[in-house]
């Protein structure tokens, strides 16, 4: 049948991730610098990305689409690379999907794919990387800890950005921390390094849809107040990018620029 679902157009598209929030069903990632739909299974089509694409490079397009074929999917797939071969194929274990992933892997076999090659787990990143399940390992270059309670560096409350008042008195001259959901407990001395002497805001560009909120929130806070310093800190996952995208388009309709430190923590609790 007959159905709508996204296009994106390359060579508007600069990469920024911004989209990728907007596509919960994880049809969206971000390969080789360019916003790519790796599976046609997870688009439902209703556009929700569109509002977040800066550049206006995402589109609804009318096409066959229904009932699923993975052969139709995959002749998109391959002309977009190895890259996004190898993401398509992750996707679809992810979710369970062995029945289309099995048919997949004998239209690349057909096409003289080497499959041991797309198939290795360890090259086989998915866009939507923050849902993979893995086990860490516990720190062992790590010294002991003195004895005796370790005390809170928070200043504010609250610090969800859904929850917070732009016009709080705290915001003022306030040496301003943008934290990812996850970071805190990913980085075993966030309130030391990161935490102390600033006011912390945090939110999760993956999971919390009202982007255009978030971005509001942000620019009443650098309308409102004079901010010191800004700082983000955000993990390594590929969705985690679109906390810089959001500072960025606060500060342009508040007006201000800022020089912005950002930290990267992989999911290992280093700093990278």
């Known amino acids: 049948m007959i159905r709508q679902i996204i296009k994106i157009d390359e060579e508007k598209c600069n990469g920024c991730g911004l989209c990728i929030p907007g596509c919960p069903e994880g049809a969206l990632q971000i390969i080789d610098g360019k916003a790519r739909l790796v599976s046609d299974l997870f688009c439902d089509g209703l556009g929700a990305c569109i509002g977040n694409c800066p550049e206006g490079a995402?589109?609804?397009?009318?096409?066959?689409?229904?009932?699923?074929?993975?052969?139709?999917?995959?002749?998109?797939?391959?002309?977009?690379?190895?890259?996004?071969?190898?993401?398509?194929?992750?996707?679809?274990?992810?979710?369970?999907?062995?029945?289309?992933y099995a048919e997949a892997i004998e239209i690349l076999k057909a096409n003289g794919y080497d499959i041991d090659a797309l198939t290795q787990e360890e090259l086989m990143p998915c866009g939507c990387s923050g849902t993979h399940a893995k086990s860490i390992e516990p720190c062992q270059e790590a010294k002991p800890q003195a004895t005796g309670e370790v005390h809170s560096e928070l200043r504010q409350w609250p610090v969800q950005l859904m929850l917070i008042n732009p016009a709080a008195?705290?915001?003022?001259?306030?040496?301003?921390?943008?934290?990812?959901?996850?970071?805190?407990?990913?980085?075993?001395?966030?309130?030391?390094?990161?935490?102390?002497?600033?006011?912390?805001?945090?939110?999760?560009?993956?999971?919390?849809?009202?982007?255009?909120?978030?971005?509001?929130?942000?620019?009443?806070?650098?309308?409102?107040?004079?901010?010191?310093?800004?700082?983000i800190l955000r993990m390594e996952v590929p969705c985690c990018g679109g906390m810089e995208v959001i500072l960025k388009r606060a500060l342009e309709r508040s007006g201000k620029m800022h020089f912005v430190k950002v930290n990267v923590i992989s999911v290992e609790g280093k700093i990278i």
């Open 58 to 100: 995402i589109l609804v397009e009318t096409r066959k689409a229904e009932p699923y074929n993975e052969a139709i999917v995959m002749q998109n797939i391959m002309k977009a690379g190895v890259n996004t071969i190898k993401a398509h194929l992750k996707h679809l274990k992810d979710h369970g999907e062995m029945g289309y």
């Open 169 to 231: 008195s705290y915001f003022d001259n306030a040496d301003l921390l943008l934290s990812a959901d996850c970071a805190p407990y990913a980085f075993g001395d966030f309130h030391r390094r990161f935490l102390k002497d600033k006011i912390v805001i945090t939110f999760c560009p993956k999971l919390d849809p009202d982007i255009e909120r978030y971005i509001d929130k942000l620019s009443q806070i650098f309308i409102l107040h004079e901010i010191k310093s800004v700082t």
